[in-house]
């Protein structure tokens, strides 16, 4: 039996946002140390620098990824950056000629008179630019003009991923959060190379995306949140513009459907759904495990198949993420056979469970989410399957800071930035072969998160340090440097308006 929180009165605070788009306080150019995640190599040539200027031009061979840097160098600097049609002699060129490494490899070279970007795959592109982005004055990332100057240092990176999953989770369940918040988010999230987000569309109190056949669940599913606030819900059309905003990134929307428990959403929009044929009330509590699909109803059946089906159909993302978690009202049996029943009606799409789900029989391509405290789960070592590597006592991003935090949760620790940073994805659990681990995924549970603000209050700098541990070899694997490097990312954050944690581990520049 797990010890699980109960938050009996709700202290829902809202932090003061940072004032945003001011210049950054400390102009100094960036540098090669200051890249999150850590590049696998990077070599400066010292005393070349490339200077940003009116005549710079970009030149890509992804139009997205070109317009998405010119966009931002017009927006801080104020000058034209026109979008050239052949490589620039003196300007910078992104260019799918080949890098050292593999799918998402990408090679960075800065001489005084031309930036290039290349890479294998449009992914590769992508990266370099935010590492790009980084080696620019924070001011680079404001959202009005700037004074500049604009400063590159010189020299060679040469990077890949660690993990090719590395991702973020929202849960829009408990607080819905607007298409524009997510945006936001995911132009956070990308700048370190995060390269999923997993969306908890579903949960007791409030179902968020528009089904056809089963239209209740986002009319009257969608209407509640947490301690009353308002609730929501995503057209098809919102759904999709989130999909295409991810896919510009490089970033894939993993949607979760949570079955069969956190599911009192659901059941209160369809008395059939219930075993009593009685819907219960709407809930904007936060206890967990009281809610179940009913499993001995074929209705059950037909409602996750139509579910997933829409579901699927709007996703071009490879994965489904079906839940699992926390199935506290449903017998073991009975949840052996509804999850094993679930995972055949995914629509071709390979399956993600919380890691409850090796109790059921995952398919062989099923994908565990360990969420876990501890570092020993022998049912999920020798599950056999791959598994996605949330230990909750590091990648909670509910969880809080220290005792004083305003928001957040304490059950699964205080995870301050050195916790989130020292541990490894590959040895955390115990007995599991490390190639079976994917990637890393730091979630954010909304109980008390209920604007951007918010978001970024517990993000920021949490994610950037999972965001490395997804990204960069162990080797690099240092907390002094990476004090350094984040460090570095304050001044960015203050410019772009992110309003973070100014942890006391970390040396933030005056005035950040
Ligand atoms: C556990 S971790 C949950 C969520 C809560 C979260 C709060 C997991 C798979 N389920 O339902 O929101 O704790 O920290």
Request: proline fraction near 8%.
């Amino acid at each position: 039996m797990r010890i699980r929180f109960a938050i009996v009165s709700l202290a829902l605070v809202t932090c003061g946002i940072s004032a945003p788009a001011q210049a950054a306080p400390a102009q100094a150019a960036s540098s090669f140390a200051s890249v999150v995640p850590v590049p696998v190599s990077a070599a400066p040539t010292s005393g070349v620098t490339y200077q940003i200027t009116a005549s710079t031009s970009v030149y890509s061979d992804v139009p997205t990824t070109g317009n998405l840097l010119a966009q931002q160098l017009r927006r801080a600097t104020g000058y034209p950056v026109p979008i050239a049609s052949t490589p620039p002699a003196d300007g910078i060129s992104l260019r799918l000629t080949g890098a050292p490494g593999g799918e998402e490899a990408y090679q960075l070279d800065v001489t005084a008179s031309a930036i290039t970007v290349s890479a294998n795959q449009p992914a590769g592109l992508f990266y370099g630019v935010q590492t790009l982005r980084q080696l620019l004055p924070p001011a680079a990332d404001s959202p009005t003009v700037q004074p500049g100057p604009w400063p590159v240092p010189g020299g060679r990176i040469v990077d890949q991923p660690r993990y090719a999953y590395r991702g973020a989770m929202l849960d829009v369940a408990r607080h819905f959060f607007p298409v524009a918040a997510v945006e936001r988010y995911l132009d956070q999230i990308s700048l370190y190379k995060i390269n999923v987000l997993h969306l908890h569309l579903s949960d007791d109190q409030g179902w968020r995306i528009v089904i056809d056949s089963w239209p209740r669940l986002a009319t009257y599913g969608g209407s509640t949140a947490v301690g009353g606030d308002p609730g929501g819900s995503y057209t098809k059309a919102q759904y999709q513009e989130i999909v295409a905003y991810a896919a510009a990134r490089n970033v894939t929307i993993i949607p979760e459907i949570d079955m069969p428990g956190h599911t009192n959403a659901a059941l209160a929009s369809y008395a059939d759904l219930n075993c009593d044929g009685v819907a219960p009330p709407l809930y904007t509590g936060t206890d967990v495990g009281f809610s179940s699909l009913c499993v001995s109803k074929e209705l059950t059946y037909t409602f996750v198949d139509q579910v997933l089906g829409e579901l699927a159909a709007m996703t071009p993302g490879p994965y489904l993420h079906l839940g699992g978690d926390e199935a506290s009202s449903t017998s073991a049996t009975d949840y052996r056979t509804f999850m094993n029943r679930a995972q055949d009606l995914a629509h071709g799409k390979t399956v993600i469970g919380w890691h409850d789900i090796v109790n059921a029989t995952p398919l062989p391509a099923t994908i565990a989410q360990y969420w876990g405290t501890s570092t020993r789960n022998t049912a999920v070592a020798n599950a056999g399957r791959k598994v996605i590597m949330s230990p909750a006592s590091r990648t909670y991003l509910d969880m809080k800071y220290n005792r004083k935090t305003p928001l957040g949760q304490t059950w699964a620790g205080i995870i301050e930035v050195r916790d989130a940073y020292n541990w490894n994805p590959a040895t955390f659990l115990s007995g599991l072969p490390a190639s079976q681990v994917m990637g890393v995924e730091a979630p954010l549970w909304t109980e008390t998160i209920r604007t951007s603000a918010d978001i970024e209050y517990m993000a920021f700098p949490r994610l950037p340090a999972i965001a490395e541990l997804g990204w960069s070899p162990q080797s690099t694997h240092d907390w002094t440097a990476f004090t350094s490097r984040l460090a570095a990312q304050g001044p960015r954050w203050h410019v772009m308006g992110v309003n973070y944690y100014h942890s006391t581990q970390i040396s933030w520049p005056a005035g950040s």
